[in-house]
């Protein structure tokens, strides 16, 4: 992925964060991500009075292209304040669409240079993968 990409993606990423719902943990998240094609989609993270219903930002953009018929991505990025790393429930989800060399990037949202990148590989090694058998 090119340095102007990863640009891209970080700056859609912001954008998204400002739509964050986010009243009860005030910690506002973006993630963007890129499919094999070159498309965009973006999610914010949407909370709940009942906490345990809170969507994660790259929850909400993985559906959002998923429902839109999209399923083979490149590369996501996540963008908050401070930085922030994918939770264990998205590194699952990341896992079921993305390649195993897929980058996935965290930035300080006002700071496009803090930013740490790793592959899903590193992410979540040995990630529960269903098999079906018989
Ligand atoms: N959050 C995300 O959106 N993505 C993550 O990877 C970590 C956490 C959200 C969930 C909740 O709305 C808030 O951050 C605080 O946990």
Same mark, same amino acid.
């Given at each position: 992925?090119?340095? =102007?990409?990863?640009?891209? @993606? ?13 009243? &009860?943990? #005030?910690?506002?998240?973006?993630a963007s =991500? ?22 994660? *930002?790259?929850?909400? *953009? ?7 018929? &999209?399923? /083979?991505?490149?590369? $996501? ?8 790393t994918p ?12 390649? /195993?060399?897929? @980058? ?6 006002? +700071? ?9 590989? +590193? $992410? =979540? ?5 269903? #098999?079906?058998?018989?």
């Amino acid at each position: 992925m090119s340095k =102007l990409t990863t640009r891209h @993606l970080f700056d859609m990423a912001c954008e998204a964060r400002r739509m964050s719902h986010s009243p &009860y943990s #005030h910690f506002a998240v973006g993630a963007s =991500l890129a499919t094999q094609c070159g498309r965009v989609f973006t999610g914010c993270n949407v909370e709940n009075g009942a906490y345990g219903l809170c969507i994660c *930002a790259e929850q909400v *953009a993985i559906t959002k292209a998923v429902s839109e018929g &999209y399923r /083979e991505f490149a590369s $996501l990025a996540v963008v908050a304040e401070p930085r922030a790393t994918p939770c264990g429930a998205c590194r699952q989800v990341i896992g079921e669409f993305f390649p /195993e060399d897929a @980058l996935i990037h965290a930035f300080a949202a006002e +700071d496009f240079s803090n930013q740490i990148t790793w592959t899903l590989r +590193d $992410l =979540l090694p040995d990630r529960f993968q269903f #098999h079906e058998h018989g």
